[in-house]
């Protein structure tokens, strides 16, 4: 055996940094394996909720980050088809990032750190029960335990046989800010059955995309194609993306071996009604990362994400409400011009968890009562 690592991490984006980072800042170097070459381009819309700026600045100790975030909005505006129902000023700004910047950052950050990572390794194997990883120059490398990080399509799901089929897909393209502009957040519901379509503010660019639950049948193409043409504008042959993502089915990765620890999206981490991902990566990461460093790792991981898998099980519930088209008319008769309503949601469930998913009507019962 070439090297021998206590913990491997299967991706370097954010969940294999955040856990990464925060070994390192405990004194264990991990070895950290990327298919890609950083900077590399990943898919997504690059939203940073307040909650998630907080990990953020945690993994920079509190360093100048501005130079991470390409614009910052304060206006969120909901639409039904192409109609403006509210637009809202949330109490606190949002930030957004390109993601190729954002993830080489922390890449960058976990070096300086002097973490160790192979970049452009594709083809290497893994043996599970002999807990070593044959790299593709030959080289092997022994591990105690093994983080996979490695996002939606993680290979740790061939392990327990998982598909796409529980699995939102996102679809999206970068245009210039001089062909469309928006200084807002902007979310558009009605295009599709389980989902919405946004467009976003990234300084330079706007990127508009649309993500549901994946449903083989839909031609995520056309369904982006005909709202771009609705917004009056021309892609002029720009490629759109696409991408999977978690949306509100935690992988069962207590059926893997207690050496094996899956966070960020290859864990079914992210938020099923938002689909935002950036902070559980971050915040799974570093859990992972405070488990390791105690005897029981994966007892340990699995206790402290329950509140998150409790969010994820929650928003699914309400997921699979708020998309019945009985509950989608309420909700855009209910929403035309509060913008109250949707500063309170945004800041109380979207900008950090204040109250579960379940709790969010009579909260805002309460909040309207005041
Ligand atoms: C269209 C779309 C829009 C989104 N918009 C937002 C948003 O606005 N805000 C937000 O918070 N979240 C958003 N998300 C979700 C967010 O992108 C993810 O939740 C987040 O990237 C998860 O981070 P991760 O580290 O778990 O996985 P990733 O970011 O996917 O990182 C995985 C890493 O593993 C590497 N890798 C993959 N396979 C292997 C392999 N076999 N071996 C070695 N390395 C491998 C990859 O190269 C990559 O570097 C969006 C997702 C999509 C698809």
Not at 159 to 185: F, H, Q
Not at 193 to 213: E, N, Q, R
Not at 272 to 291: C, D, W
Request: net charge positive; glycine share 10%.
């Amino acid at each position: 055996m070439d090297k021998f690592y206590d913990v491997v991490i299967i991706g370097a984006g954010p969940a294999g940094m955040g856990c990464a980072v925060e070994l390192m800042k405990n004194g264990v170097s991990p070895c950290v394996i990327d298919k890609a070459v950083f900077p590399r381009k990943k898919t997504c819309a690059g939203l940073v909720t307040g909650k998630t700026y907080k990990l953020i600045e945690g993994i920079f100790d509190g360093r100048d980050t501005d130079g991470l975030f390409c614009f910052t909005s304060s206006r969120v505006r909901l639409f039904q088809r192409n109609r403006e129902l509210v637009s809202a000023q949330p109490t606190n700004a949002v930030r957004l990032v390109n993601r190729d910047v954002f993830d080489n950052a922390l890449v960058e950050r976990y070096r300086a750190l002097g973490g160790a990572i192979l970049e452009g390794e594709r083809n290497y194997e893994i043996d599970y029960d002999g807990r070593r990883i044959r790299l593709s120059g030959g080289d092997t490398i022994g591990y105690k335990y093994i983080v996979f990080a490695d996002g939606a399509l993680s290979r740790s799901h061939k392990l327990l046989k998982i598909d796409k089929s529980r699995m939102a897909c996102g679809i999206e393209v970068y245009v210039p800010s001089d062909v469309y502009y928006t200084d807002s957040v902007d979310l558009y519901f009605d295009y599709l059955k389980d989902g919405y379509i946004w467009v976003f503010p990234h300084g330079d660019t706007v990127c508009i995309g649309a993500a549901s639950l994946f449903d083989r049948k839909l031609n995520y193409k056309d369904i982006l194609s005909e709202f771009v043409a609705d917004l009056g504008v021309d892609i002029c042959g720009r490629k759109l993306i696409g991408a999977f993502l978690p949306y509100g089915y935690v992988i069962p990765q207590q059926k893997l071996g207690d050496n094996i620890l899956l966070v960020g999206d290859a864990g079914g981490f992210a938020d099923p009604i938002s689909g935002e991902g950036l902070y559980m990566a971050l915040e799974t990461g570093a859990q992972a990362a405070r488990a390791l460093l105690t005897d029981k790792p994966k007892q340990t991981y699995m206790k402290s994400v329950k509140p998150l898998i409790k969010t994820i099980n929650d928003g699914r519930s309400l997921q699979k409400m708020f998309y019945t088209p009985t509950v989608q008319k309420a909700f855009f008769s209910k929403v035309r011009g509060r913008s109250d309503a949707v500063e309170f949601f945004f800041d109380n469930l979207v900008e950090e968890y204040r109250f579960g998913y379940l709790k969010a009507l009579s909260m805002y019962k309460g909040y309207k009562n005041r």
